[in-house]
């Protein structure tokens, strides 16, 4: 028979009779009650096993971790915390699951070893709600662009071009690295390689994103992202997930107005949709901070600080205006930032920006027209010929969600600023083309979409919203 | 002032005054009249430049590929063709194209000629329309599986593990490969690299997917793969988009049902949304097929094609039978089969695919329970001990456009296989996890996403369906 998702029996209005439920036990009380969970939802459904028509020899199959098959009726439960339960008729142990040897206890585990056990901790109530909240903001950012009449383009993975300028890639080869063809002078010889020539990870789909927007009007790119950098930190993944919108005819403002509308569409229709979750979420984060000295504890629940985001407007405040602000700020005087704020032109460290977010305007926050020194080759030069039309949107926790900009939709001025850094004008021949041919203004911006989950979940590690994480030393399962 | 989009526009119910419109030249007739295009709809919208209080030199800046903005009045137009013109008041030419260096001429290119352009093919009818589609069947994809309650998993991109057991990868390294850091022996220390060890880019997120499947019931993954195989034909990728959905507690023919319903469901949604885009294409390929002879051309037309398949279900066939069919076959008794088939347990190659789909059934063919020795070493043994519970879709003009099977479940039967082609136990440790506790019959399948965008845009090579397809030698963009 069909079995019915545990939420639908959940969601059930009236009882039913002879209902098939699978799924994976996750307690077993008394020799009688079984938690049950399929994964549809956080919640599991009650089976009350006829202990004493079941042999011995089942109920002691029934352990955490076994997967099994019930049949029975839905009825009202006598017991507090669920509507309705299943009277078990017939239990069929599916896959059994060694109490001794499952490696998740019915009992709190450290993220760490949660780590180790990436196949396995999505079994657990917080690894269901973050993986289920992940998928449902995917689909979130789908359907805000394809609402928006967006087309979704799936920019190159392996690339020859690097549209940071700089930054650690990785390489991608078909060639026996062991034994490689070589030039005469001992370097290897790519022209023998899978694609005629050296090849990377993308960092970024934007440059190609740019050149679809140019036909296509608006586009946004959603795929993985890749950086080699060495870093250890809770903040960054050496894969992650980016989305990256690009739209012709846009300027900075009309950037930063799509960011915000869209950040706080994808979080509503999130909100909306993951009610359960997300308390459960919030639950958890609570427990989490109670260890925590009362002024490391977040001043808002989950919830709350989903919902400010909603109800609030995103400060926009120029570079310059955040480097007065930072410069006449306590922690700056005091010279208790690492990093002291002496004069415009200084990059924003991470303590600066939760600085402005959690202390000074207490909301998320857009930087906008940066000086150009600190910023990268394709942002458009101001007027003042010594900023560029780049935008930050700094979020709470969090730090950097998304780095956007008017591009340099000018020929002379783009070329310019290449060989001025050194980019081979050859190897972007055909991103230049899209200054040659019918340019026009246009921006765009990239969102790290793991660290989007992490303010959604209010997990603080990225490694535990991403299901199997890339790290220094780790490329496991 | 804000600018409509050119779809909005054409859409409009009654003429507006002062509005703007901003895209790309695609024509200029007789100094006056614009075909304008923004990349929202496959339609051009006529403006009307008044020539004679026009400066000369502005109007020959209206060029093909020149980005230009316009505001004017929507009026009906007098021309056929169009329900709607911009009467132009005022013009900007945004940014120019230099018409006789522009690639794009307002003429016929080869197929292989835009390739080399995929930077600009875009900005043509066909390949605007292509790109629309793609998208629109994307959504799709996200919109089916999220309206049943599947989550959507990114699984990892780089990889140690190698789902098919075999396959060639291409290698991921961070390491100067022109002074890698060497073993005793010579080898290289992969110890040394980002990941401390070897890692590749990976074939299929399947087995990940039944690991999260064994906990969330029901996921799809949706991202790049990758296949370092040197395969220059019209039908391979070195990187491409699949699709691959996994759920607990389906058995074979669930799968069946879940991959007609998907395939179908996409189809639709898409034939809905993209009935512009679509006739286009349906008419590109009618002048494409006029220049061959009358038997090589398409039995019915892109639309009707589409609606076939809507409305017929596939025909499902054991390999069994399909063999019996073969056999019996014309081209087989008159050994107009390269590979003639002999005898049961023959592969099936792709001439034998199309005698069935397109000669035998006309139909798109589920074959299923193939021979196990021709078949990957997770897919589920039945009870004959010969054949194995795999499935592939095959369509028309396409070939195999889904590969899926239920899984072996069973941990001796698993081990068994695995051990005798070779696989180490340790390196699939979290994989046999999956069977260890818990386990439970599943099912999953792949579709290139490729291959779908082929057979809905009528399009032959599927270098012509991504943005920047990725095949042996080329790597451009």
């Known amino acids: ?32 009650f079984i938690a049950l969970n399929d994964g549809s939802t956080i919640h599991n459904i009650q ?9 011995e020899e089942t109920l002691k199959r029934i352990t955490t971790g076994a997967a099994v098959s019930v049949v029975g009726d839905l009825v009202e439960s006598q017991g507090a915390g669920q509507k309705f339960e299943i009277q078990v008729k017939t239990l069929e142990i599916l896959g059994d699951s060694d109490a001794e040897k499952f490696p998740m206890q019915p009992k709190k585990h450290s993220l760490e070893f949660l780590r180790d056990n990436a196949h396995l901790r999505v079994r657990t109530n917080a690894f269901g709600a973050i993986m289920r909240v992940r998928s449902v903001l995917a689909a979130a950012v789908h359907q805000y662009f394809q609402e928006q009449g967006f087309v979704y383009v799936n920019t190159p993975i392996i690339t020859g071009a690097d549209a940071e300028g700089a ?25 023998e390689d899978f ?25 946004y790119t959603f795929g993985p992202t890749f950086r080699a950098e060495n870093s250890n930190t809770s903040r960054h993944l050496a894969e992650f997930w980016m989305i990256e919108p690009e739209v012709a005819f846009n300027d900075l403002h009309d950037n930063m ?22 308390k459960f979420l919030e639950g958890r984060l609570i427990d989490e901070e109670k260890s925590k000295p009362q002024d490391q504890r977040s001043e808002m629940n989950l919830l709350d600080k989903l919902n400010f985001v909603l109800e609030n407007n995103f400060k926009r405040v120029s570079y310059t205006e955040a480097i007065d602000i930072l410069r006449d700020s306590t922690p700056n005087k005091k010279k208790k930032f690492q990093y002291v704020i002496n004069e415009w032109g200084a990059d924003l460290q991470s303590e600066h920006e939760r600085f402005l977010v959690e202390k000074h305007f207490k909301s998320p926050v857009i930087v906008y027209d940066y000086p150009a020194n600190i910023k990268s080759f394709y942002m458009r030069l101001n007027e003042d010929g010594k900023t560029v039309g780049a935008m930050d949107i700094l979020f709470p926790g969090i730090g950097e969600i998304v780095g956007g900009s008017q591009r340099e939709e000018r020929y002379d001025v783009l070329v310019e600023k290449m060989r ?12 230049l083309d899209t200054r040659r041919f019918g340019t026009a203004v246009h921006s765009g911006f990239g969102l790290g979409f793991e660290r989007l989950v992490l303010f959604v979940t209010g997990m603080t590690n990225i490694r535990d919203v991403i299901p199997f994480p890339r790290t220094p030393g780790n490329a496991e399962f």
């Open 47 to 55: 089976c009350v096993v006829d202990f004493e028509n079941t042999p």
């Open 420 to 431: 001025k850094i050194g980019i081979d004008e050859k190897e972007l021949w055909w991103y």
């Open 257 to 278: 107005d799509l960011a915000e509308d869209f950040i706080r569409y994808v979080i509503k229709y999130t909100v909306d949709k993951c009610q359960d979750d997300l």
């Open 167 to 191: 930054g650690e890639m990785f390489q991608v080869s078909a060639l026996d690295m062991n034994n490689p063809p070589r030039n005469e002078d001992g370097t290897i010889n790519y022209k």
């Open 1 to 32: 028979m069909k079995r019915t998702k545990v939420k639908d029996l959940l969601a059930s209005t009236q009882p039913m009779s002879d209902v098939t439920a699978k799924g994976w036990v996750r307690t077993f009380r008394n020799n009688q």
């Open 195 to 219: 694609f005629g020539h050296q090849t990377n990870l993308t960092v970024s789909g934007q440059l190609e994103g740019e050149a679809f927007a140019m036909a296509l009007g608006q586009i």
